[in-house]
């Protein structure tokens, strides 16, 4: 059998409880039915306000620069979000910019859903 992949789960909502983090289990307890993974989870809400305020990873407290690692370390990325106006949200995109030098070969899946235009549409 093969090691589990390194996991990271992304939930790049700003509030507890949140509609994405129930998505998002649903869809690691989904995999993890096919695969062998080795989770960790991110929220997005508990990297505030330190988050917004930095200009690099140096600028971190402890608690985000690990998050920051976990995702440069990562076999395998999950990032779910709600969305504001068309896009995520910036933080969650700063989130990604900070660790964007070690992204460019971790395999990601985005689970998006538009709850608005499915009500609309049902």
Known sequence: MSRPLKTVI????????????????????????QLALD???????????????ALSTDALPTHAHQAIQAIEQADFLIVGSPIFRAGIPGLLKHLFDL?????????????????????QAA
């Open 99 to 119: 660790a964007v030098p070690a992204l460019h070969s971790i395999p990601a899946r985005l689970p998006l859903q538009n709850t608005a235009l499915e009500a």
């Open 39 to 53: 989770v960790q989870n991110i929220e997005l809400v508990s990297l505030l306000p330190e988050l917004g305020a």
């Open 10 to 33: 992304v939930n790049g909502s700003l509030h507890r409880p949140s509609g994405t983090q129930v998505r998002l289990d649903a869809l690691r307890d989904t995999l993890n039915d």
